[in-house]
Every structure is written in C-alpha cells, then in structure tokens.
C-alpha cells in the first residue's frame, strides 16, 4: 500500500509550518564541537524530546557522563542520547531510525550570505532554499521525522510500522560514548529488541537531481609517519649535504606510497579487492552523475566537458574510484617549515601524515602489515642514518550492506512514488562508523536514506536544504514506512 493520499495532502498544507518547527531547530546553537555551547547542545536535547513527546512517543534521556578531554575528565558533560519509540504491536514491523541534533560551527565572518547562521533564512512566499547550519545535517532529517509523527496524529492515521529513534548530539566530535551505549543496550538492554531494520537519515544525493540510497562506506586507516635522527635543528648553510636530512627521506619515502593518477603503490593493497562483477559495473553506468557534476563538486572552472583536475574523463571510473575502490591520500607534514619566510633550517624531525581509505575484502588488520612492511623496505634503501616510526593512529573498518533486501525495496518504491524516479544505488568515499556499529550490534539490514541534496554544503558556508527536499524527504520517510508494511504483508 502506498502512503495514503491524506498523509501527502497534509505535508503540503503545512508545509511552512513544517519549515517553522525546522527553523525552531536551526535556532539553537547546538555545537558539540565548542565547549562554552554545550548548553545550547542541551536545550536542543530539551527542545527535541519536547517535540518527540508532543506527537505521542516514550522518550528516554541516556546520559553519557563526563567528556574527556586529553585523557582527563573535563567538567563538562556529553549530551543525552535520544531513545524514543512509538508503537507496540506486534504484527508490525520495527524500524529504527537514527539521526543527529549536534552541528558544526558556523560564524557569519566565515562567509556566510544570510545574516546569521543559526536563523534559518527563506523565502516564505516562495521558498526555495532554507539556509541555516543544520538545515541538512541533520536537523532537517530529524526533525522530518517529526513531522511524519504529526501528520499521522493530527489525522488520526495508524503507523504503518512501531518505529524507534536514536537521536545523538555528538555525532560532529566523534560520537564519544555512543558505541559503548548501544553495544550495552544490544547486549543488556530492551530498547533494541525486536527492530527489524535500521535506517540512517544522515547522508545526501550524489547531485541535486537523482535521489540514492546508500549501501557502502569505505573504511579508513590513518598514519603518522615520523622520521629523525638529528638532536637539534641544524642550519642548512653549514650542514647541507652533511646529513641525511629527516624531511629528504620523508619525502623519498611518502612519494613512493602514491603516484600522482592516484594509483596506490604498495605491495598487495589493491590485490585485497576483488574485481567489481558484470552487475556492480551495471549498477555504475546507470548512475546520474556527469563530469560536469564532478567538476562543480571539486570548484573545477575550466570551460568545456573535460575537467583538468580528474584523473580519467570516464565517469564510471570517477565513481568506482570513490565507492569502489582504495585510495591514499596524503595531508600533511608536522615540523615543517610552513610559514612564508625563507626559512633555511633542516628540521630535525618531521611527521608525514597520509591515510588509505578501505574497501572490502581490505579491513585495518590485513592492510596495516603490508604498509608496515613497505615502508620498512622504503627506509632501507635510503641507506639513511635516520629512524622512523610509522603510527596507525586511527582506523575503521569498511561496511557493505545486501541492496536485495526489503529494507532497500521499500526504500526504492517509495522513492518512485514521491520522486517519481528510480534512485541511484550509491556506495559513499567517506566513513560513517555509527552504520557498522548497528550492523555489528543490533545484526539487522542497514540503509542510508537521505533527504539533502548533494550541493547542501553540509559543514560548510551557507548550508542549506532545498525546501522540495525536506518536504518531499518528509512526504519520502512516511512512504518508505508504508511500503516496508506492504512488502510485510505479501
Ligand atoms: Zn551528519
């Protein structure tokens, strides 16, 4: 059954007031990142579960206890987690939902178009774009939940399913102490029990034209790479070519772990992947995506259909090398001089960092020997009398979830039904830990369910979310519950 028509109906007549409740939102300064806005962090917690027992959930606070900060506790406390459901019937589905209320810092200074940030800017007559810091990450998606639960409320509609919400507010600092939550809820607690799937709203479209659904996130390792050898800085006028020079052997050595086309030269890493099959590729050639779409997403300005930073023209290998495949990058290099003076020093230890994104079969523990051997044979051949250390300092696996499931049908058909087109079925470049979390814990299927568009500007100046997809996000998250219903029944 799709979603009844009243539903609908009812996402347009108010769909300002929808607009209202996310500019209610946008205006607390929720910033998990900033002490001194904690508060604001809290009264979003409060301002979020007033709203979730206003259109008829239970809503429980989990505390986190103390953050710390530097290995000691810091005074300062981490936000509650969300725990919310409604609906006990146990010829219905259980879905649980996720989301985050937490956001990035946003200052006018930073460029921002609009006035301030934290007041959602529109257009009430013709609403195109709704522009405030967290407007799509994730306050838009959460609260479009919301506004699923008072359109059935106020219209006397039953849920299709019994639905539950994980709301977090540390999601933008690393999510400190949700994993241990919810490994003990799975294992001890009753909140868990009985979901069916899981869908996260926290993600967005690969353009501002096709919806997706997501069904990958690559995994990641990352390194310190610190060389030395010297027990001082030296001065490059007395000792230049005296020494193995700390920063010479870094970069022997960091530029023979990438080569510029982006080809991963260490030994055995891409031999972990196994090649994409017929189906997968088929799934890539039918995806929306343009170079034009590459080069407005990298700032790329050159005229014509070529883009000149690229490092193929084919778009289907531009997107199997963001979901598909491993990649390294490098980011940086500490004690190096960076300031623009002419500085002669030699540096007597300096630290490369670089990280390799992951994709199946690759996991941390079967890639970190391989770069832990290269880069010792690297260091060999220098002949150098310097040292090396070469750290993972933080790692996370890469997640796969099966697309054939109903999780992901229920999502396609309500795609169609409100977008009126089939959705791209989409693997992200980044990380998003909390998807494998569920996966591990709770052992359900796991889709990522967007509302944004991929020109949202998530973390960025002047995020916004256009007013057609939170509305039609809405009228979508109602949808996909309809038809996880229907498919039950059949
Ligand atoms: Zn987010």
Known sequence: MPAPQNFLQYCDDNALNFVKRLANGVHIKSVSGDP??????????????????????????????EQIIDGKPSGLYLPDVLFASIGNDSTKKTILIYGHYDVQPAAKEDGWKTDDPFVLDYNAQNPGELIGRGSTDDKGPVIGWINVLEAHKKLNLPLPVNLKFCFEGMEESGSEGLDDLIKNEATSGTFFRNVDAVCITDSYWLNTRTPVLTYGLRGIIYYNLTISGLAFDLH??????????PLTDLFAIMSNLVAPDGTILIPGVNELVPAPTPDEIKLYEDMDYSMQDFKNSVGDESAGDMSVNAVTQNTVSLLLKRMRFPSLSLHGIIGASSGVESKTVIPAEVTGKFSLRLVQDQ???????????YVCKLHKSLNTGNTYRLTNVGDGLPWLEDY???????AEKATIAIYNKKPDYNREGGSIPIALTFSDQIGKNVLLLPMGRGDDGEHSVNEKIDFANYIGGTKLFGAYLYEIADLASK
């Open 36 to 65: 001194t806005l904690r508060n604001d962090v809290f009264k979003m917690t409060d301002f979020l579960e007033g709203e979730l027992q206003g259109v008829g959930c239970t809503v429980t606070r989990k505390p986190l206890g």
């Open 236 to 245: 490059s006028g007395a000792f230049g070519g005296m020494v193995h020079e």
């Open 363 to 373: 996991t941390p523990a079967n890639v970190d020997p391989l770069v832990q051997d």
């Open 404 to 410: 054939h499931h109903w999780n992901y049908e229920a």
